[in-house]
Structures are given as structure tokens and as C-alpha cells.
């Protein structure tokens, strides 16, 4: 075994026997306080060139001399634009010689798991795109499900990923800071760990500490595994529901549908996942 799988090991093998002498939960070394305005702007970002840009563009353009093809053209060449350039910072940062925010034990230039999801999904809705504007005329349902493919892509992960965890499956290849051997975790795990190690800024230290505090508090595994539920049905059946009325409703009508109920539906399950980590939270502090 190597050193950097010992470590991992090592990591992964904490019980709830190890904490037992702390005031409460081993404490995760984030708080998003301080970066409100960061994540306002990023996801305001991301709203408006990934939700309000296609529709302006669409009925602006639409109506105009231009042949649909070219509409929608246009439209695929500046969608997820700061999407992409994000992803190349994130996958700076983790392959870079100094990097202090990689998996667990992983070696240099090694990518965590959501990355490789991130590029797999976007290898995914290219070949989407393509299919939708290349035909003459193109196939706008198609094009305007870029949104609800992620949806199912996401979906079908956090469902697996709930099933995998009750039947304890361990896992044949590295995910993230779990080890290639270990038994699945919720993939709501992974994502907060990537998302924060990365994204938001918080490291190696936070991977460690994200894994202490799931290895030591039954109330945080559970509720990671119901999240897991929540988030990948409430994925599955948002992207069914807009994925029908797209093939069904005219194309004038309907393509906005496409675009903007995802990030409603997303929004509202964020705020109702909000309420419900904050008394989870609460029930494991009281219980501890």
C-alpha cells in the first residue's frame, strides 16, 4: 500500500468512538458568510448566461430575418461560456504544482469527481447541440433541453448514489477523497466536498474535516442519503415534466419553459434543503 492510500485509509477509518469526548459534532472550517457577495455574483452569473441570454436572444432574434439555423447557432456559441472558464480555474487550481485543494492522498494533476462529471456532461450536451442545430430547420426542443439533460444527468447520479449507499456497495475506482474499496457515500457528499474544497475555497483541510464529521455523526450521514433522494428525484421529475411540454407545446410558446423552470424548480428545492439541514443540524448538536 502507499503512503498516500495509508492515508486515505487512515482517514476513512475514524469512528464515532474517536469523537466521543468532543462537545458536539467535529466541526466542518466553512461558513459561507463571508463569501455572500462572491456567491451572489457567481450565480447571478451564471442565471443570466445560462437562463435570461437564451430566452432574450431567442425572441429577439426568432422574429428577424435570420434563418432559425443561425438563431440558434448564435445562441450555442455564447451559452456556458463563464461556465467553461470557471471550470478551467477550478481545474487550475487542482493540478497546479502548489495545489492545497485536492482529494485526499491524491497525487498531482489528479482531478476530483466532480470534474469529471462536469466534463463528461458537457461532452454529453455538445453532441446535443450539434444534433439540434445542424438540421434545416433545427430542432428547438432539443437545443432548449440543454438545461433538463443536466437535470437527468444529475438525477440519475444522486439516485444511484442513494440505492449504492443502503446496499453498501463499495465503490471499484477512487471518488474524490474515497478510496477505490470503500463503501459508497452519499453523492450529495462528494458534491459539497468538490464544491467547497474547490470552488469555494476551502481546501484540503476542508475534505479532511467534511470526512471526519461523516464518519463520526449518524444524523449527518442520513441526512446527506435523504438529500441524496430529494435532489435526484426532484431532478428526475422537473426534467420529465419540461422535457414533455417542450415536444408537446409550439416552439414560440414553449422554449422559455426549457430555460428558466429548471433554475426555479432548483431554486426552490436550495431554500427548502436550507430548512431542512438547519434543524438536522440542530437534531445532531442536541443529540451529540
Known amino acids: 500500500m502507499s503512503a498516500s492510500e495509508a492515508s486515505q485509509t487512515q482517514t476513512h477509518c475514524k469512528t464515532e468512538s474517536d469523537v466521543d469526548l468532543l462537545d458536539g459534532p ?12 462572491a456567491i451572489v455574483i457567481t450565480w447571478s452569473i451564471i442565471f443570466f448566461d445560462s437562463c435570461l441570454l437564451p430566452i432574450i436572444m431567442f425572441y429577439f432574434l426568432w422574429f428577424t430575418k435570420l434563418s432559425h439555423t443561425t438563431v440558434l447557432n448564435i445562441l450555442s456559441s455564447i451559452f456556458g461560456l463563464p461556465s467553461f472558464i470557471h471550470f478551467g480555474k477550478c481545474v487550475y487550481y487542482l493540478c497546479k504544482k502548489d495545489s492545497t485543494c485536492c482529494p485526499i492522498g491524491s497525487k498531482r494533476g489528479r482531478l476530483d469527481y466532480f470534474q469529471w462529471s462536469f466534463s463528461f456532461s458537457v461532452l454529453l450536451l455538445t453532441g446535443q447541440i450539434v444534433a439540434a442545430v445542424t438540421p434545416d430547420p433545427p430542432v428547438v426542443p432539443l437545443f432548449a433541453m440543454v438545461t433538463s439533460t443536466m437535470l437527468f444527468i444529475t438525477g440519475a447520479q444522486l439516485i444511484s448514489a442513494f440505492f449504492l449507499y443502503h446496499a453498501r456497495v463499495k465503490i471499484p475506482f477512487g471518488r474524490s477523497s474515497l478510496p477505490a474499496g470503500h463503501t459508497a457515500h452519499p453523492g450529495i457528499f462528494t458534491i459539497i466536498e468538490d464544491i467547497v474544497a474547490v470552488d469555494g475555497g476551502g481546501g ?13 455523526s449518524p444524523f449527518f450521514r442520513r441526512m446527506l442519503n435523504r438529500l441524496d433522494l430529494f435532489w435526484g428525484l426532484g431532478a428526475f421529475t422537473t426534467a420529465s415534466i419540461v422535457t414533455i411540454m417542450l415536444w408537446t407545446i409550439p416552439v414560440q410558446i ?4 426549457g430555460w428558466l423552470v429548471p433554475f426555479l424548480w432548483a431554486g426552490l428545492w436550495a431554500f427548502l434543503t436550507i430548512r431542512y439541514v438547519q434543524s438536522c443540524l440542530i437534531e445532531e448538536r442536541n443529540a451529540w
Open 26 to 37: 467535529p466541526p466542518l472550517p466553512y461558513s459561507l458568510y463571508p463569501r455572500k457577495k
Open 254 to 257: 414553449g422554449y422559455w419553459i
Open 204 to 216: 484540503t483541510a476542508y475534505r479532511e474535516a467534511l470526512v471526519a464529521r461523516y464518519d463520526a
